[in-house]
């Protein structure tokens, strides 16, 4: 079986976020299944520091030469869009110094879009996918482009959504310039209110449809969580599925064999955070700081965590109100330290040390750090929500009585409920045979690719034509 994987981040390349783990981690773990997958990457400097192999010349595209460089993405084939007038520039790889998206993301996207179809209609050195698996909007016109090939019938599509929040939106004006069919303008295919929705064009016309949750996968069906894409999620419920990320074991493995190894890393990691030593709960955050994180409502509670003889580690960066928030909050007590930046090495002592992970998302498609959590045995405390509710036990009696409880949930997302979560997290981690019991659970619970890396490969063998 041959995949095209197609997307706009991956580790150990490029990262913004947990899009990029996924696409870095997909090729290996679907290796293990039989599946060959290959996957194509926009040629930024990251990028194309790695690709190194056979150039194949594609022409003009968009205003300017491209082609596409082979290289290496660990064991697997990496394509990467060599088009320097759209990717070969300093800054973010979706926004521009100023902090605004960059003027020409509309092309920049087609264009990984279009030479996916390209080469899923034509084949590349040889080699040719039978299924292409799209992710986000980045990837989202690609089903159409293929669709006006001639040569395009056969190459089957999933287009999977990791973060529905973003629709890759552009003028109508731009249908000529995108090379669009204009047909297809409409309220049942790629226009949304008016303008040209990529995603959209990706949820209408790929063959199936995933997200990276069950529950979530059920959730996107309703307005709160489809954002105004519901309805079109809706006629497509019957090519929608949710399957689990999972996380690189390997990679992601404690230091540590028993929840009593933890202690020595907590301590070490107050010593590097300025934090006091303290008989309570050392929580922590890493995250992105913006709205969909919930992490507003973490200000509001951070009060029963503090005075409850808690603490809290953040490490995050994002909107500035929510960064100079966290710097307030820990200017304002000894048991808050704030660490504003993107720094993985510290993600992971802050998770080998921490006793909780906190995730208290208004929306989470899946959510990778709580998995990291529970790996960890740094029991994740998270809203009911996606891809947490489907991957942490909650510590009610029931789960508490039957020695299976991971985490704890709290439901409604709101900062009082968040605030009742910290205080009972508080009393278990009192509680310490119960806590360590908690610790072991989350410890033992595969989060790795197994399960969900089968999934895929069935889905992908079910919409692939034979050849
Ligand atoms: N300051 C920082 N320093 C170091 N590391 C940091 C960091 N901030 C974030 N990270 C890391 O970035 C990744 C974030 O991944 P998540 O899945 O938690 O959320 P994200 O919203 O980006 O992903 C979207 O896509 C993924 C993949 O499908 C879904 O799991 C998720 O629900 C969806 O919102 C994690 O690996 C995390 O450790």
């Not at 959730?219 to 006629?235: H, K, M, Q, S, Y």
Request: a negative charge; one cysteine or more.
């Amino acid at each position: 079986m041959r995949v095209l994987s197609v997307a706009s981040e991956c580790v150990p390349l490029v990262k913004t976020g947990g899009l990029a783990d996924v696409a870095g981690a997909l090729p290996g773990a679907l290796a293990r299944e039989g599946v060959e997958m290959r996957t194509l990457l926009p040629g930024y400097p990251a990028v194309m520091a790695a690709a190194d192999g056979p150039a194949h010349d594609l022409g003009d595209l968009f205003g300017g030469p491209a082609r596409l460089v082979e290289g290496r993405l660990g064991e697997a084939t990496l394509y990467a869009l060599d088009a320097p007038h759209l990717f070969d520039r300093p800054g973010g790889i979706y926004l521009g110094p100023d902090g605004q998206d960059w003027p020409d993301n509309p092309q920049r996207f087609a264009a990984l879009s279009r030479t996916a179809a390209r080469v899923a209609a034509e084949g590349v050195g040889g080699w040719q996918p039978q299924v292409m698996h799209l992710h986000d909007w980045q990837a989202g016109l690609a089903p159409l482009y293929l669709g006006t090939q001639a040569a395009g019938s056969g190459v089957a599509t999933l287009l999977t959504i990791h973060n529905i929040a973003f629709q890759g939106l552009a003028p109508a004006a731009m249908i000529d310039t995108l090379g669009l069919p204009p047909a297809g303008f409409t309220p049942e295919g790629y226009e949304y209110w008016g303008q040209v929705s990529a995603l959209k064009a990706g949820l209408v016309h790929a063959d199936a449809i995933s997200t990276v949750s069950p529950t979530y996968a059920s959730e996107l069906l309703t307005p709160e969580f489809g954002l105004g894409l519901d309805g079109v999620l809706r006629a497509r419920r019957a090519d929608l599925c949710g399957i689990l990320n999972g996380i690189d074991e390997d990679a992601w493995t404690p230091p540590y064999r028993t929840p009593r190894g933890k202690g020595r890393h907590t301590r070490r990691l107050r010593d590097e955070l300025g934090l006091p030593e303290r008989e309570g709960p050392l929580a922590v955050v890493i995250s992105r700081l913006t709205g969909q994180k919930g992490l507003d409502l973490l200000i509001e509670a951070l009060p029963a965590l503090i005075d409850g003889g808690g603490q809290l580690a953040l490490l995050g960066s994002g909107e500035p109100v929510l960064e100079a928030a966290f710097r307030d909050a820990a200017a304002a007590s000894p048991h808050v330290a704030v660490r504003i930046g993107y720094d993985e090495a510290l993600s992971r002592r802050m998770i080998a040390g921490g006793d909780a992970i906190l995730v208290p998302s208004r929306f989470e498609p899946c959510g990778l750090t709580q998995l990291y959590g529970l790996r960890f045995g740094t029991v994740p405390v998270v809203a009911r929500t996606g891809g947490l509710a489907d991957t942490v036990i909650d510590a009610n009696p029931a789960a508490i009585s039957a020695g299976v409880a991971t985490g704890l949930h709290f439901h409604p997302v709101t900062a009082d409920r968040l605030a009742q979560a910290l205080v009972k997290m508080t009393a278990l981690w009192h509680d310490r045979t119960l806590w360590q019991r908690m610790m072991r659970n989350a410890m033992a619970q595969p989060v790795g690719w197994d399960v969900s890396a089968r999934a895929y490969a069935d889905l992908y063998r079910s919409l692939a034509t034979p050849s």
